[in-house]
């Protein structure tokens, strides 16, 4: 690429995707009570598990800096134009943090040119996005012509989540205690999806693990029609076996011309936990 791709601990990328784009990454850090780590750099994922079943807690999670970000655009040629995709900026500041590191820089470096996205997702739908610009690119779009694309792709981005298990959110804080026994006790799961702001949302309570995957495979008809043209992308917490069977059902049901897949990182498997399943796709234009 005659263009540098960057993105943020926020985003699960597949390997065979990293190592063709090459794509420049800025970790958010995890914070455990014994300790702080860069997520992806410092610490992996079987360590991450290991950590939360010893100590039964999560860790909090911080966006990189803007000093982070900085330091990650400088190390980039100054003749190469930077395409950073950020984590949601519904949840997280990594997005308003990355703008203020573009600008720390362009204040040296005026002649430079990097466009900043808030993608409104995270995880699985920020690869999506990644992929897509590399479509473009083999297509010969120029670099504008790709950040207009994207984020005219940030808006028809739909992401979809299904939990299950709660105990994440409980153990998070995120879920009161008694509800989370209750919810568990009557084998409830959640869906949830990312807003049209970014943030998370549940939209769905469902009683069973089958009939919240069932629900979780149907909802995907609801946003889209036409998937000959189109990819989808899933990443799973700790559950391989359980996304690949999923996405086996997925695409035998509905015909995407391609799929990606991989684990979530630390960030999306503090909130997600065990055997949550994530996928993103895009919507068909209205």
């Known amino acids: 690429m005659d263009f540098q791709l960057m993105t943020d601990g926020g985003a699960d990328i597949p390997k065979q995707l990293n190592d063709k784009l090459d794509i420049a990454v800025v970790p958010l850090y995890l914070h455990f009570k014994d300790d702080q780590y860069k997520s992806g750099v410092e610490i992996d994922l079987p360590t991450f598990y290991k950590k939360i079943k010893e100590n039964n807690e999560l860790p909090h999670s911080a966006a990189p800096s803007p000093n982070d970000f900085y330091d990650a655009y400088k190390q980039i040629d100054p003749e190469t134009p930077i395409l950073m995709l950020s984590l949601s900026k519904g949840l997280s500041s990594t997005y308003d943090n990355a703008l203020i590191g573009k600008n720390m820089l362009l204040e040296e470096e005026p002649e430079r040119k990097i466009e900043v996205i808030n993608t409104k997702t995270a995880s699985c739908g920020i690869a999506l996005l990644l992929h897509e610009a590399d479509v473009k690119y083999q297509e010969n779009y120029s670099f504008d012509e790709i950040v207009k694309h994207l984020h005219e792709c940030v808006e028809q981005t739909t992401t979809l989540f299904v939990l299950k298990t709660l105990e994440n959110l409980v153990l998070g804080g995120r879920l009161d205690k008694v509800k989370g026994t209750i919810a568990k006790t009557l084998n409830i799961k959640l869906l949830m999806k990312a807003s049209e702001e970014g943030s998370i949302e549940v939209s769905e309570k469902v009683r069973g693990d089958k009939k919240s995957i069932r629900r979780f495979i149907e909802q995907i008809g609801e946003y889209t029609k036409n998937f000959e043209d189109k990819v989808i ?15 086996a059902e997925i695409r035998s049901k ?3 011309k391609g799929e990606l897949l991989t684990e979530t990182g630390p960030l999306i498997s503090t909130y997600g936990g065990e055997g949550a399943l994530v996928i993103s796709f895009f919507k068909d234009k209205k």
């Open 254 to 256: 509905y015909p995407f």
């Open 233 to 247: 992308s899933m990443t799973h917490c700790n559950a391989e076996d359980r996304a690949k069977k999923v996405l």
